[in-house]
């Protein structure tokens, strides 16, 4: 498969964020080499939420590590594309974007938590048990955002001070902050981390901050957890956000309002958000536009509006008809058969083909390519293809319903 | 109405019975054990000592009346290795060193498997009424194994064997009171666990008996981490054994490798070595063999670092 | 007593659709234990005075969010664990049923001995916990049970083949080759087929291990089957495959189940009735259709609210919402109505006490930092003892502003320090129950029903 950089060309008018090209991730095991992620390319316009939606073990995690190049190598190894990453400044003034994939660690470290932000799942394990918040917070400060810490000086700190706030103070300058002339400024910073930490997470909405710090991860219930990430999250003000399953850890109620919040701080920022879930009735509620991930591919990319009320990859039209809704009778829920396959070393084909009813011959030995030609929008299915660039007949080719529904 | 179709399937599974398939994953875990070369060369130290025990009859004429006794040359007394008749030499009593290191490996096969043989099943039967059954029985199982476990293995098999007196058989006796509690420990803490998996209720939920629910589902699915354990057991009652023979716990004369060692250690100083060296290497390479292989099991077996 | 019975027969509402399982009045604590000795100090108290009945033929789901007691009450059900309190029977008639309420509702030393008589039968007849021999038998092969996770209930050292067949080995219904293809029946009754006799279950998806799992239970022709949470761990396009294939198995043999579940979306594709449970207390029941067109309780409101694509006007524009606060512990779970804490539209009647108010406190201040003690008369009335007089009376004025919730200031008839003591002492409420509120919807809402809201 090739890059799919022409569907999205079009869109490339809009600032972007970030720019996925054809992305492939694949891990070596002992049964062969998995195509977790295999030709994956998307846009992330600034200022935009989109949410990237599929099935367990279709390769989101692994697509949104790849982003911060969290995926452990080995056994995971980046076998192609390529990460466009465009900071504020280089939004701003036209300047060139980094290749996340391929910049030097040192200016990654930087980008961690200070451009791209991540929130995790499972915010019990993202914490750490032997910290208070207080310090979990404001090592987010300590790490991105030293200026703030030293504000009140204006930049005539003394050296060991500068040096605190950027946690690199040593045990000599650490003793001396207990002594005059230190003492009373090492408190003043003391007290600059504690007011920053307290407004990151009163910006969550969290009850009583001040108490919130105090405490240890074990102390706070689920959805208190996943708002400490988040405040964390958001203390660098971030280019882009990347959310992988915020909520689902978390009670139907409560996700609710952890929802509410990510959206209403998103607008507040204008962070732009990578969304991912595999819940398609969460994400139609919080996104812009989605793009549907299918077995390591992009099956289709789409508005909200057009995702759900005109799908055009089958995946998606049968994804969409197999969840429980209002319009549903019990029996006639609309079932994809069979499962997901396997993807240790797979042929060339559309990763579909064994579930579709519509697939083809061609389907099975032909990777299809995310082209919006034909749909209008990327869509990955030979459906969509045109006979002469495959050079098949048209009559070879799945037959499906072109027209918008 | 419902999917029947499986991701792709290989047309040979279809046809295959359910002993093949047994077969098949005995054979797919044999393998994987196999893969890592230190298990394998533990595995084929094990085979050839095996091996030696068992043909000891064969390649060395048996002692009468009881083979298990050193057969004595009295005219070649601390003959040297490589002496015609004696090729690992002779002890001070003119002990041939080849026959003992042969019987001994004999010996020494009998005596780990009586002692793992016992010990495992009392510690499984043991175990398996603690935990299975729990509450009272189990506080008052758990309280005696305690008890046992806070002496040292060796100290408490010494004062079991001092006080029942020097003899090998006691040192077999010693080392079977000494050793089950371990298993009895493992297996607990196993159907413990095992216990609350929900396809033990599954098992309730049809009715089936608390004793077919734990032979089906309990036992096989707690016993792997026994069987590791009887495996390194195998070397260590070796080594347990031998020092205490080599303290005199054992009946002199005996063909056991820490007897040996014991009876040749006199000659070292005067430079006639090969009395308790051989002996000696034939408990460190036991007791290695059985451990490398152990340890590449527990790989394999133990359900907490990865495998099946 | 005859005429007992005779006046009952008329009433109930399902005529024809007799109940397989019948709950009254269901508890299941469990005992908290603290402290080297393991003293019991407390009690979780898991599943509430549950009481309902699933009808014949018919699904009834059960609902609520995590911990609140949905599978607790289902494994009793299921005979797995003892309940602590309350009954539960197999097939009670409707008509015993209400004798039973309205024996129970005489003081014990006014029952006469033909009453007393009677229960005794029923409960020997019908009781699942006194059952014995083989009437014993009968329920355990009539009530199965389809756990969460298809992986850890299927013996990982079992073949398919004994997986499946073990029920029908169990009651000597098969064996040898009869017993191969009374198992190959099945499989293929659940979508799969021969080929798949001799696989260990690590060796499926996890839909089709879902799958097995169904296959066993219905070895032995069940009547009743426990679906605990069947899907929550599939992906949604082979969830969709599983609830059909339930589907299409209920109407083929007539089953009865109860669907356990937190996705109000498939419980609403599922079931005929839904029970909603919060912390181990009905909140309301009604049919499927009534519950969703009229919900009669805030708590369903918020979960509606959680999920708007369930609401028949909902679409991508209709607002979600969510609760604020958190689950209260269940050992300690808060009085009058359970849901008060975290109820959007909760009154001063509906059960506010004493630690609501240091909860709050504790939320948003840091006075408590400064209590000494607590000395608790109730529930309702408690003094709390503070280092010193500013900070009592601090705690007074902050209780008394307007930050506090409307209801819970109402609620509160007495606020006065005393020192460095401050007495709080909140309006004294009954417990809630859940009442008919017509065609048999029940609430336990005092908003819904005729328990005294107004104050
Ligand atoms: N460190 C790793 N080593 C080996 N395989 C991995 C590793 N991380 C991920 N994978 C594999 O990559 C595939 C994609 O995984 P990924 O975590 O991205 O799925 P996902 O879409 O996030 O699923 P979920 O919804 O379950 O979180 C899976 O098949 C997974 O087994
Ligand atoms: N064996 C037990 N001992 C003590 N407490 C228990 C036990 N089993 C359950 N509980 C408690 O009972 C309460 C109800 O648990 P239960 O598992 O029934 O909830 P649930 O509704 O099934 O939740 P979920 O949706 O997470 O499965 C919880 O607070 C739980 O901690
Ligand atoms: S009874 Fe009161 S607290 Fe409970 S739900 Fe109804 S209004 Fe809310
Ligand atoms: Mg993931
Ligand atoms: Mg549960």
Same mark, same amino acid.
């Given at each position: ?53 599929? @099935? ?78 207080? @310090? ?14 030293? @504000? ?147 099956? @289709? ?105 | ?30 393998? !994987? ?199 390194? =057991? ?21 063909? !056991? ?41 527990? =790989? ?9 | ?24 009045? +269901? ?19 898991? +599943? ?134 009374? +198992? ?244 004294? +409420? ?26």
């Amino acid at each position: 498969m090739t890059a799919a950089a022409p569907a999205t060309a079009g869109e490339k008018t809009a600032a972007l964020v970030a720019s996925v090209e054809d992305l492939r991730v694949h891990f070596e095991l002992k049964a062969g080499v998995l195509h977790a992620v295999d030709g994956v390319s998307f846009d992330i316009a600034d200022g935009e939420t989109l949410g990237l939606v599929g @099935e367990t073990g279709c390769g989101k995690s692994v697509t949104a590590r790849s982003f911060l190049r969290l995926i452990p190598t080995p056994p995971g190894r980046y076998a192609g594309g390529r990460i466009r990453f465009w900071p504020k400044e280089a939004r701003q003034s036209g300047g060139e974007p980094v290749d996340l994939l391929q910049v030097p660690t040192s200016d990654m470290l930087d980008i961690r938590g200070n451009r791209i932000a991540m929130i995790f799942q499972d915010p019990g394990k993202a914490l750490n048990p032997a910290l208070p918040i207080r @310090e979990q917070v404001a090592e987010v400060f300590y790490q991105h955002r030293t200026e703030d810490l030293l @504000e009140a000086w204006n930049g005539r700190a003394p050296r060991p001070i500068r040096r605190a706030a950027s946690q690199r103070a040593g045990k000599l300058e650490r003793l001396a902050f207990k002594f005059p002339p230190l003492r009373s400024q090492s408190k003043r910073l003391k007290r600059r981390v504690d007011e920053l930490v307290g407004d990151a997470l009163a910006e969550t909405q969290i009850h009583n901050p001040r108490k919130i710090m105090a405490s240890y991860p074990h102390e706070l219930s689920g959805g208190m957890k996943q708002r400490v990430m988040i405040a964390q999250a958001l203390a660098c003000n971030p280019d882009l956000l990347i959310a992988d399953e915020p909520t689902t850890a978390l009670d139907v109620t409560i996700q609710a309002r952890i929802l509410e919040l990510i959206r209403e701080l998103q607008h507040a920022h204008q962070t732009s958000v990578l969304y991912i879930s595999h819940d398609l009735s969460l994400v139609r509620r919080i996104c812009d536009r989605i793009a549907v991930m299918y077995a390591g591919r992009i099956a @289709e990319i789409g508005t909200t509006q057009q995702v759900f009320h005109d799908p055009r990859h089958p995946y998606t039209q049968g994804l969409l008809a197999a969840v429980p809704s209002f319009a549903h009778r019990r029996g006639e829920l609309a079932a994809i058969e069979g499962t997901v396959p396997e993807l240790i070393d797979p042929d060339p084909s559309c990763r579909f083909h064994t579930r579709c009813a519509f697939a083809t011959d061609i389907c099975g030995r032909v990777d299809p390519v995310l082209d919006g030609r034909v749909a209008g929008r990327p869509v990955a299915c030979h459906g969509y293809a045109s006979p002469e660039e495959l050079g098949v007949a048209a009559a070879e080719l799945p037959h499906l319903d072109r027209s918008p529904a | 109405m419902v999917d029947t179709a499986a991701p792709r399937e290989p047309l040979t599974r279809t046809e295959s019975g359910p002993l093949a398939v047994r077969l098949r994953r005995a054979g797919e875990l044999t393998r !994987e054990v196999l893969r890592n070369p230190t298990t394998l060369m533990g595995l084929i130290v094990i085979v050839t000592l095996i091996s030696l025990a068992f043909l000891a009859p064969l390649l060395t004429e048996p002692n009468r009346p009881d083979a298990y006794q050193m057969p004595r040359d009295w005219g070649a007394t601390n003959a040297p290795p490589g002496t015609p008749g004696h090729l690992l030499g002779t002890t001070s009593t003119g002990g041939d060193v080849l026959y003992g290191v042969l019987w001994g490996a004999r010996t020494s096969l009998r005596m780990s498997l009586i002692v793992v043989g016992v010990t495992m099943t009392v510690g499984t039967i043991m175990g398996s009424i603690a935990g299975f059954i729990g509450g009272k029985v189990d506080e008052f199982i758990m309280r005696i194994v305690d008890v046992l476990l806070a002496i040292p293995e060796l100290i408490f098999a010494l004062a079991i064997a001092a006080v029942l007196g020097p003899s090998f058989a006691n040192i077999i006796f010693a080392l079977s009171v000494v050793f089950w509690v371990k298993y009895a420990r493992i297996i607990r803490g196993q159907i413990i666990h095992v216990k609350h998996n929900e396809y033990v209720d599954s098992a309730r939920v049809i009715g089936d008996s608390k004793l077919n629910i734990y032979r089906k589902d309990v036992l096989p699915n707690s016993v792997t981490p026994v069987v590791v354990q009887a495996t390194l =057991d195998m070397g260590n009652i070796v080594l347990v054994g031998a020092t205490l023979s080599f303290i005199g716990l054992a009946e002199a004369g005996l063909a !056991e490798w820490g007897v040996l060692v014991s009876e040749g250690q006199a000659g070292i100083s005067s430079g006639r070595w090969w009395a308790s060296t051989f002996p000696g290497a034939m408990v460190f390479l036991w007791a290695l063999a059985f451990n490398l292989l152990g340890d590449g099991l527990r =790989d394999v077996l133990d359900p907490r670092t990865g495998g099946r | 007593m005859t005429t007992l019975r005779d006046d009952t027969v008329a009433t109930p509402a399902k005529v024809g659709n007799e109940p397989v399982i019948t709950l009254r009045g +269901v508890e299941k604590y469990f005992p908290v234990r603290e402290g080297v000795f393991q003293q019991v100090v407390g009690h979780v108290r898991a +599943v509430d005075n549950v009481s309902f009945e699933i009808p014949r033929g018919q699904t009834v789901g059960l609902v609520g969010e995590s911990g609140c007691g949905k599978t607790t009450l289902g494994r009793c059900i299921a005979g797995l664990t003892d309940a602590t309190g309350g009954g539960i029977y197999f097939r009670l008639s409707v008509a015993d049923r209400q004798f039973l309420d309205q024996v129970d509702a005489i003081p014990q030393e006014q029952r006469t001995q033909e009453q007393r008589d009677r229960v005794e039968r029923l409960e020997r007849a019908h009781r699942i916990d006194r059952l014995k021999g083989d009437a014993w038998r009968t329920y355990r092969r009539n009530c199965q049970f389809v756990f969460q996770d298809a992986f850890s209930s299927l013996n990982p050292r079992q073949l398919v083949k004994d997986i499946v067949g073990r029920p029908l080995k169990v009651y000597k219904e098969a064996s040898g080759p009869g017993l191969t293809e009374r +198992v190959v029946g099945l499989l293929e009754s659940v979508g799969l087929g021969r080929q798949h006799l001799y696989r260990y279950p690590h060796e499926f998806s996890g839909g089709q291990r879902q799958r097995i799992s169904i296959a066993r239970a219905l070895a032995l022709d069940p009547e009743f089957i426990v679906l605990d949470e069947p899907t929550s761990a599939l992906d949604v396009s082979v969830q969709s495959q599983i609830l059909n294939l339930l589907h299409e198995l209920q109407q083929e043999r007539g089953l009865t189940y109860l669907f356990i579940t937190h996705d109000l979306g498939v419980v609403r594709l599922m079931s005929d009735d839904i029970v909603v449970m919060y912390l181990g207390e009905v909140m309301e029941h009604a049919t499927s259709e009534e519950l969703f067109a009229s919900p009669r309780h805030p708590y369903t409101d918020a979960l509606l609210a959680a999920n708007p694509d369930l609401l028949s006007d909902g679409d991508e524009d209709t607002e979600m919402r969510g609760l604020e606060g958190t689950l209260p512990d269940p050992a300690r779970p808060p009085r009058g109505c359970r849901f008060h804490t975290r109820c959007p539209v909760a009154t001063p009647r509906c059960g506010w006490e004493v630690d609501d108010a240091v909860a709050w406190l504790l939320d948003n201040a840091t006075v408590l930092d400064g209590l000494s003690g607590v000395e608790r008369a109730t529930d309702f009335d408690s003094v709390l003892r503070f280092g010193d007089e500013a900070a009592a009376g601090e705690a007074a004025s902050l209780l008394e502003s307007s930050d506090v919730p409307a209801s819970m200031r109402t609620a509160m008839v007495e606020l006065g320090t005393d020192g460095a003591q401050l007495r709080i002492r909140f309006e004294e +409420v009954d417990a809630v129950r859940l009442e008919d509120v017509g065609g048999g919807h029940t609430t336990s809402c005092i908003l819904h029903t005729s328990q005294s809201a107004g104050s």
